[in-house]
């Protein structure tokens, strides 16, 4: 059973606001990441990291941005939210250090997100 | 680049059939790594399953099984007796062996929906 959290579930906001997505996990995994899945259900990587001070960009552009100050936590925010961004936002880790490429990404419950 | 085909978008059966989730994915890479992932309706992503490209082995956990054939580039995924909380949403998922390259590419899911 996996620990990763997400607040909030639900979030509508309006245009131009700044919003900040949460995600912690409590299994002390050093890889974060961050997907967005759009309505047509596709998965997409937009941010990740593999430890603390560690951010890239995934395979999708986007305009958000992330931090990486404390292994645990790993938030999401967007500076001026457009209706573009509305989406469903997961949060996932996995292991990291030595354990290499075969181990498992364990998701959070997700941030459903609307903009008006 | 690497690539994961779910070609049944949506698939409905009556409660206790049997049902075959097709996943079909590409890759250069010798050794990789296929996942199954269950997204019910609460939206979540939960780990069903992880395989290594070296293991060819059927799998079977409880009323799930997994046939891997590498011949053919598949991964498919088998309910026996389907129950109305297998309804959700499966993605069938591909990372790489290369350290630093853990990305997942996901297929785009295949919605199945029991109907009691």
């Known amino acids: 059973e996996a620990d990763i959290y997400q607040t909030p579930r639900y979030l509508v906001i309006g245009t131009g606001k700044k919003i900040t997505l949460e995600c912690s996990q409590t299994?002390?995994?050093?890889?974060m990441y961050w997907y967005q899945q759009d309505p047509g259900m596709e998965l997409h990587l937009i941010h990740y990291?593999?430890?603390?001070?560690?951010?890239e960009k995934g395979d999708l552009s986007s305009e958000s941005t992330v931090s990486r100050i404390r292994t645990e936590h790993f938030p999401l925010t967007l500076e001026s939210a457009r209706p573009s961004h509305t989406s469903q936002y997961l949060c996932?880790?996995?292991?990291?250090?030595?354990?290499?490429?075969?181990?498992?990404?364990?998701f959070g419950p997700g941030t459903r997100l609307l903009v008006l | 680049a690497q690539k994961v085909t779910q070609a049944q978008t949506e698939i409905s059966v009556v409660e206790k059939e049997d049902v075959t989730l097709d996943c079909v994915y590409e890759?250069?890479?010798?050794?990789?790594?296929l996942f199954w992932y269950k997204q019910p309706p609460s939206g979540e992503l939960v780990f069903l399953i992880r395989?290594?490209?070296?293991?060819?082995q059927n799998e079977i956990s409880g009323r799930y099984s997994w046939n891997f054939q590498k011949s053919t580039s598949s991964f498919n995924f088998t309910i026996t007796a389907s129950q109305v909380v297998d309804s959700a949403v499966y993605f069938c998922?591909?990372?790489?062996?290369?350290?630093?390259?853990?990305?997942?590419?996901f297929g785009t899911g295949t919605r199945l929906t029991i109907i009691p």
């Open positions: 996932a880790s996995s292991l990291g250090g030595t354990s290499g490429p075969q181990e498992t990404q364990y």
């Open positions: 299994m002390g995994h050093d890889k």
């Open positions: 990291s593999y430890g603390v001070n560690s951010t």
């Open positions: 890759t250069r890479d010798t050794t990789y790594y």
């Open positions: 395989r290594n490209s070296f293991d060819e």
């Open positions: 998922a591909l990372s790489l062996s290369n350290f630093g390259n853990e990305k997942l590419t």
